[in-house]
C-alpha cells in the first residue's frame, strides 16, 4: 500500500536568492523572472541546501488572508541528483496516514489512538495503543541534513527536542506507556540516521542515553517528487 501526502495545486520552480528570517525566503519565480516572499515550514539552518542559485518548488497559496501568497516545499539535494521536502508539516501527515492505515511495521500490534497527545508538560506527536491497553508515545523528528550518506538531526540546537528526549527516556523506565522516536528523513539519498553531535551535543547525549534507556530508535526514508511526499523504507539509527 502506497501512503502520500501530495500537493494541492502543481508547484512552481523557482531560484533561491535569500533567507532575510527563519521563515522566509525570497525567491525569483523561474518562468516569469518575478521576485517573490515565500513562507518556510522549517526553522533548521538549511545552509547546505539552500544556497543562492538554488533550485526550489513553491506551492501559491489559495488564502487570500496569508502574508505571502507561497510557500517553500522542495529543493535539491547538494548533488543536484534528487529532492529534498523542506516542510516539517509533511512528516507528521505522511505518518499518521502510515498509522491509521496500519502499514508501518515498527508498529505492528500498535493501533492510532490519536495525534497531538498531552501528556505531563508535553505534547505528543502521537498516542498508539496495544490490545493490553498499554500506550506508546510516539516523535516524529523531521530530518533534511546529509553527510555522505548519513541524515542528520538536529540541523540547529533544539532545547525543546532534547527535552523531549529526555522526557521518554524516563517515560520508558516506567511500565505505563512505551515510547519510540521516528526520524523521518525527507529525501531519498540517505542510509541511515545519527544525531548532528557537532551541532547540539546535549541533544546527541540525551538520544544515547534514551536508547540506552529503552526508548525505540526509528528512521524512515521518504520518496520524493513533484507530486508529492511518500513514505519510504527503514532504515537504522546509529546513535
Partial sequence: MTIQVGFPRPLTKAVFLERPNRFVVHCQLEETKEKVAAHLADPGRLTELLLPGAAVWLLESDNPKRKTKWSAVLCENEEKTGLVSINTSYPNKLIEK????????????????????KLGD???????????????????????????????????????????VKELAKYAAGSEYQTAI?????????????????????FAEALKEAGQAGVRLLARTCRVSLDGIGLGPAIPVKV
Fill in 182 to 202: 521516528l526520524f523521518v528523513v525527507q529525501r531519498e539519498d540517505i542510509r541511515e540516521v545519527s544525531p548532528a553531535a557537532h551541532i547540539d551535543a546535549a
Fill in 122 to 164: 508535553s505534547r505528543w506527536d502521537f498516542l498508539l495503543e496495544n490490545e493490553a491497553g498499554q500506550g506508546l508515545l510516539l516523535e516524529v523528528k523531521s530530518v533534511t541534513l546529509a553527510d555522505s550518506g548519513r541524515g542528520l538531526f538536529p540541523d540547529a540546537v533544539t532545547a525543546r527536542g532534547t527535552k523531549h
Fill in 98 to 117: 502510515a498509522l491509521q492505515a496500519g502499514v508501518l511495521e515498527e508498529f505492528a500490534g500498535w493501533t492510532f489512538k490519536r495525534a497531538e497527545y
